[in-house]
């Protein structure tokens, strides 16, 4: 069974006596130690970097990895030599986590090492694909014009990732707001309506009756219940992190859920098709980059599938012909691919399949939330008006015996 790797973060000593810290991946801190014993880093003290505390700086960096290549790529393309590039970009204000990296990056490069594998040791910051992309630009002197079209995918994709936010975000507040009414009514309203009802001295309806036995049951046991869905949630969120099996799992159900199911798989698509065509018109080979471009595929099921495509073309197929053999590429996917291998324009044809799986993206996610909105307002005016009519129900009885 293969060993499932984690996210450590340390600090240690660079070769020259400077405490240096950052993350890597290993499959134990033994092997991470050697990894970075290989890259001069000695006394290394390691933690676990994969916990709920951890990840989320580490996100919020690398949603800023489009504006740092985008000022860097302005830079170099205006003259300015990378370290003296490093030292406008720290005067130029920013968050603190981008002066940290850069004061790292300019130690590294300073000493010799490459702007690749200065960006390798920070990989809260950058993926493999987008190092392996700034190695192709050094070694062929467009390490500006790399850049550049990194700054692009990455706007792209946040860009996507925003209109995705932006969608969800009515519904869930919506949902939100539906939720804490009816635990307001439950936990406030109905205890009082229950006091009233006892000096009746009559026996109550049975919806009204179980509605008060559901608020009695949500007062006395409320907290527990918070308590048992929180550590479900953080147990869950582990799970799908440190687990490869959890995530494949997980990934295959939700693209079999109708319209959400078609949103992940274009989305999955776009960000394919776009990595894919930004690595090879880089000058990248396609089997490295399928390889690097897999993680980029944001589902796992889709990660799985693209390492298949690089297994494929590893036997002597063209990507086309692998491709068509999954079925999560859709037919368009394939021709496109096939007519850009036969006429020598694979990034173009690539760069025109991600714009359609994007906009496709736009119209699910419209129509997602078209039937979200609705379906949401129905079922929490049927839940807060099925509380308010179990409260009244007992008055309507007595009103009508008077």
Same mark, same amino acid.
């Given at each position: ?80 030599? $990378? @370290?003296?590039?490093?030292? +406008?970009?720290?005067?130029? *204000?920013?968050?603190? !986590?981008? #002066? =940290?990296? &850069? ?80 635990? $307001? @009514?439950?936990?406030?309203? +109905?205890?009082?309506?229950? *006091?009233?009802?006892? !000096?009746? #001295? =009559?026996? &109550? ?80 080979? $396609? @089997? ?115």
């Amino acid at each position: 069974m293969r060993q499932t790797t984690r996210l450590y973060a340390w600090q240690g000593i660079d070769a020259n006596g400077a405490r240096v810290t950052g993350q890597s991946e290993g499959r134990s801190p033994a092997l991470v130690r050697a990894g970075l014993l290989r890259q001069g880093i000695s006394n290394a003290r390691l933690r676990p970097a994969d916990g709920l505390g951890w990840r989320l700086p580490a996100r919020r960096e690398k949603a800023d990895a489009a504006g740092f290549s985008r000022q860097l790529a302005t830079l170099l393309k205006a003259g300015v030599p $990378l @370290l003296q590039a490093f030292e +406008v970009m720290g005067r130029s *204000g920013g968050d603190e !986590s981008l #002066g =940290k990296l &850069l004061t790292r990056l300019k130690q590294d490069v300073a000493a010799g090492m490459g702007l690749a594998d200065a960006l390798q040791r920070q990989p809260g910051w950058f993926d493999r694909l987008y190092c392996n992309l700034v190695r192709v630009g050094e070694q062929s002197g467009t390490l500006d014009g790399q850049l550049e079209q990194l700054a692009d995918m990455l706007e792209q994709r946040q860009a996507l990732q925003r209109r995705v936010r932006k969608a969800m975000l009515y519904p869930a507040l919506l949902l939100l707001t539906g939720l804490g009414v009816s635990a $307001l @009514l439950l936990l406030e309203v +109905v205890p009082r309506f229950e *006091g009233l009802f006892a !000096s009746f #001295g =009559k026996a &109550l309806p049975a919806f009204t009756q179980w509605v008060i036995d559901l608020s009695t049951g949500f007062g006395l046991h409320g907290p527990w219940l918070l308590v048992v869905l929180l550590l479900l949630g953080v147990g869950g969120r582990q799970l799908y992190r440190r687990h490869a099996g959890a995530r494949l799992w997980i990934s295959r159900r939700a693209l079999g859920i109708p319209l959400l199911g078609r949103l992940l798989g274009h989305a999955a698509m776009a960000r394919f098709a776009r990595s894919l065509g930004t690595a090879y018109s880089a000058g990248v080979p $396609l @089997l490295d980059a399928l390889g690097t471009v897999a993680a980029a595929s944001g589902a796992s099921v889709h990660e799985q599938a693209i390492l298949r495509l690089r297994q494929g073309m590893a036997n002597g197929q063209a990507l086309h012909q692998a491709m068509a053999g999954e079925r999560l590429f859709a037919p368009l996917l394939v021709q496109l691919t096939m007519i850009g291998e036969s006429s020598g324009t694979l990034d173009q044809m690539l760069g025109k399949a991600a714009s359609h799986y994007e906009e496709q993206v736009s119209q699910a996610l419209d129509q997602l939330t078209g039937l979200l909105e609705p379906a949401i307002v129905l079922i929490l005016g049927l839940l807060v008006g099925g509380l308010v009519v179990a409260m009244y129900l007992p008055i309507f009885q007595l009103g009508s015996l008077i």
